[in-house]
């Protein structure tokens, strides 16, 4: 967790996007990944991106990659209450064939009505 | 079936207890893994076997001893652990060379 940073916290009015905003340290990095985490529920990839892209759009979700400052950015458009929950930026590099995933800790998502 | 189903969903055992965790993925999925999760804390690896053969550990203490009888199932098996060692125990798999890692939903142990 301590290569991979992100805010622990952000709130936002339902209907609004969200920003979460996470930093990473590793410049070898192949992939980057948004998690998403219930309570008491394991974890859900939300979405990726290959390291040589600089944006990802699936629905509602926007990821940007900003490699030359080690941003990666995860916006939520219209954001739901269903969306309360702590998101996970996670890098990974290759090791013996698969990609593992390494997290920041997490920025707890709340939305309120 | 795109599911990673870890059993029991919640242990509490003693610290002279022997107790197992159970992963089982019927996705073909070759690498599989265990993390260990504390409260308000990431995930952190613990374990990787890729083709049935550990080639990952994290430097996890004796007490964890993981086990890949198959290309299906990964178990954790506990021993003497301590309170600290309370914490979500995750399991993922993917398949070799993929990007995407599955997790499951987490066995919650608590160590008494």
């Known amino acids: 967790g301590e290569d991979v940073e992100q805010s622990l916290f952000l709130s936002v009015r339902e209907g609004d996007s969200s920003v979460i905003n996470c930093t990473y340290t590793d410049s070898s990095s192949t992939y980057l990944y948004w998690y998403k985490q219930e309570p008491g529920a394991g974890l859900q990839l939300l979405t990726y991106?290959?390291?040589?892209?600089d944006m990802k759009q699936d629905q509602r979700l926007t990821v940007l990659l900003n490699k030359k400052d080690k941003h990666l950015s995860l916006r939520i458009a219209d954001t739901q209450t269903g969306d309360s929950a702590i998101y996970f930026c996670a890098e990974s590099l290759p090791s013996g064939g698969s990609y593992i995933p390494t997290f920041g800790r997490g920025t707890s998502l709340i939305v309120h009505p | 079936d795109t599911e990673v189903t870890q059993t029991p969903k919640h242990l509490v055992m003693g610290m002279t207890n022997k107790k197992s965790l159970k992963c089982e993925q019927h996705?073909?999925?070759?690498?599989m893994y265990w993390y260990k999760q504390k409260a308000k804390k990431p995930p952190e690896l613990m374990f990787v076997y890729s083709y049935e053969k550990l080639s990952i550990n994290e430097s996890v203490p004796s007490r964890f001893s993981p086990e890949c009888p198959n290309s299906s199932l990964l178990n954790l098996h506990l021993h003497a652990l301590q309170p600290e060692d309370s914490a979500l125990y995750l399991c993922?798999?993917?398949?070799?060379?993929?990007?995407?890692?599955?997790f499951g939903q987490g066995t919650r142990l608590t160590v008494v």
């Open positions: 993922a798999s993917s398949q070799q060379g993929a990007t995407e890692a599955f």
């Open positions: 996705m073909g999925h070759r690498a």
């Open positions: 991106i290959f390291s040589n892209m």
